[in-house]
């Protein structure tokens, strides 16, 4: 029988968590790199990310790192790269944090703060050599669908942190997301999609196998898993927007008008 998707921790915003303030949305975004932590009056936006951490090494960002094995493993191994993680839990941005600090990684930077805001309107355009978003929350219902990080009025969001060249690394347990989002990606004529069907290859410095700590578990108990590479072929302007993304946005327009579709 197929598992009812529980929204993560991160995600409820119900509750004794919301109370305690652990994973408000609207909570003041904070920045933590190189030992000091900073919020966004500090800095200045759109975001320059050597603000964070100067340097020439090539950026990754992970958005919902969870508790950061990931991006914890890459930045030890890779220390001439620079990893920027995006999450929105208090709790998990913490741990990374605690970690990052203990294991003096220098090329690590943490934000504590909604994905989708922080890529309107903090972070800057085409940076990032790669983007990872693995297991993120799947809003199964669909009045919730517009909160999913892969929908026509996000995408452009997410791609946009890439440069040209760049690639969008994905993969979910939630299969009937995954394969939305792996059609909503290839419509768009400057990507190119690969799926692993048999697990991560090794990739760079990178060892084959599981990536995340979701991931770890989830191949343990055997779940499907639908993993992505999206490889961004760049574009200006126009050309860098989805078509459905387009799309989206003049249909809200139009509702919010009232001027017929
Ligand atoms: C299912 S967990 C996956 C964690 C990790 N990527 C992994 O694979 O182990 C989803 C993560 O995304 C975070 N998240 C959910 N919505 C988010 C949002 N809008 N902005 C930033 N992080 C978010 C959650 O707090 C949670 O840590």
């Known amino acids: 029988m197929r598992r009812r998707p529980r929204p993560s921790p991160g995600a409820r915003r119900d509750g004794a968590r919301a109370r305690e303030g652990v994973t408000d949305v609207r909570a003041p975004v904070r920045?933590?790199?190189?030992?000091?932590?900073?919020?966004?009056?500090?800095?200045?936006?759109?975001?320059p990310p050597a603000s964070l951490l100067p340097g020439e090494g090539e950026w990754e960002v992970e958005i919902g790192f969870g508790k950061g094995r990931y991006l914890l493993r890459r930045a030890a191994a890779e220390r001439d790269r620079r990893f920027l993680g995006i999450e929105v839990a208090q709790e998990y941005y913490d741990i990374l944090v605690g970690r990052a600090r203990r294991q003096g990684l220098r090329n690590l930077a943490a934000a504590r703060g909604e994905a989708q805001t922080l890529l309107a309107a903090v972070l800057p355009h085409g940076f990032a050599r790669a983007v990872h978003v693995y297991f993120p929350d799947p809003w199964p219902k669909a009045r919730h669908e517009r909160r999913r990080l892969f929908a026509p009025e996000s995408v452009d969001l997410v791609l946009s942190l890439l440069?040209?060249?760049g690639t969008l690394w994905f993969a979910t347990d939630f299969v009937a997301y995954g394969e939305v989002v792996r059609e909503l990606l290839d419509a768009h004529p400057r990507t190119r999609v690969t799926?692993?069907?048999?697990?991560?290859?090794a990739v760079g410095a990178q060892p084959a196998g599981p990536r995340t700590?979701?991931?770890?578990?989830?191949v343990r108990e055997g779940r499907p898993i639908l993993r992505l590479a999206v490889e961004w072929a760049g574009g200006d302007g126009l050309a860098a927007l989805h078509p459905r993304g387009v799309a989206g946005v003049l249909a809200a327009y139009r509702v919010t008008t009232g001027e017929a579709a």
């Open 213 to 218: 700590n979701y991931e770890a578990k989830y």
């Open 195 to 201: 799926v692993f069907p048999g697990g991560w290859p």
């Open 31 to 47: 920045l933590w790199a190189q030992d000091a932590e900073r919020t966004l009056a500090d800095l200045p936006q759109p975001l």
């Open 163 to 165: 440069a040209p060249g």
